[in-house]
């Protein structure tokens, strides 16, 4: 399964951008996916995935919303409200199985930076 993933730009606090991901290979139909992003100097994290439930991080929880389209082999990243600290490199993700989480990774797209001006 290869990912990749759309959509980053250049938005001021309180915008809202759609990021998507798609995927070749394999449907990711049976799959988990799902996204992550890692601001400058720290570390990776989740931001939310859809597999057997949606599930998100608290950090992002209310403000954005994870939505797939099977058929299409896409996923999308709608964030709304945005804050200078979501800035990040975005990642999307993906993992056999139709799971409640994303701990496991097997597959990994490039990333789209996001950048939220004050």
């Known amino acids: 399964v290869q990912l990749q993933a759309f959509g980053g730009g250049l938005v001021q606090a309180g915008d809202s951008l759609r990021l998507a991901c798609t995927a070749s290979?394999?449907?990711?139909?049976?799959?988990?996916v799902g996204w992550f992003r890692q601001a400058p100097g720290k570390e990776r994290e989740l931001v939310g995935g859809s597999g057997r439930i949606t599930f998100y991080s608290e950090s992002v929880k209310g403000r954005f919303t994870i939505s797939r389209d099977n058929a299409k082999n896409t996923v999308y990243l709608q964030m709304n409200s945005l804050k200078p600290e979501d800035t990040a490199v975005y990642y999307c993700a993906a993992r056999g199985g139709w799971a409640t989480n994303l701990r496991t990774v097997d597959y990994w797209g490039q990333g789209t930076l996001v950048t939220v001006s004050s």
């Open positions: 290979g394999r449907t990711f139909g049976s799959y988990t």
